[in-house]
Nanobody, 123 residues
Framework: QVQLVDSGGGLVQPGGPLRLSCAASGLVLRFSAIGWFRQAPGKEREGVSCISPSGGTAYYADSVKGRFTISRDNAKNTMYLQMNSLKPEDTSVYYC????????????????WGQGTQVTVSS
């Protein structure tokens, strides 16, 4: 049974950093495209950042470019989203996932999802 467990969310002040983690079981992340999505109240879920299995193709939403970095630790079978210079508009529930499609313009078709972790950016 495949399970993604994301964690690391919380309350952070504007300008601060936060790192989200997503531990996988039942699948080997290094063979999968991985990604992070977010959904704010009243808004559609959007792709934040995704990366192909080889790492050769990466996607970052324009709103997070230069501030967020996606990565994976194959030994721990875990993916991460390092978020720096956080803004109030980054407030959302963040979900890790395994998208089927990753291009430089977006990612979609996720087969597995984490349960979500709340990130709140506020002073």
């Amino acid at each position: 049974q495949v399970q993604l467990v994301d964690s690391g969310g919380g309350l952070v002040q504007p300008g601060g950093p936060l790192r989200l983690s997503c531990a996988a079981s039942g699948l080997v992340l290094r063979f999968s495209a991985i990604g992070w999505f977010r959904q704010a109240p009243g808004k559609e879920r959007e792709g934040v950042s995704c990366i192909s299995p080889s790492g050769g193709t990466a996607y970052y939403a324009d709103s997070v470019k230069g501030r967020f970095t996606i990565s994976r630790d194959n030994a721990k079978n875990t993916m991460y989203l390092q978020m720096n210079s956080l803004k109030p508009e980054d407030t959302s529930v963040y979900y890790c996932a395994t998208p089927r499609y990753v291009t430089g313009h977006g990612c979609s078709g996720a087969t597995y999802w984490g349960q979500g972790t709340q990130v709140t950016v506020s002073s």
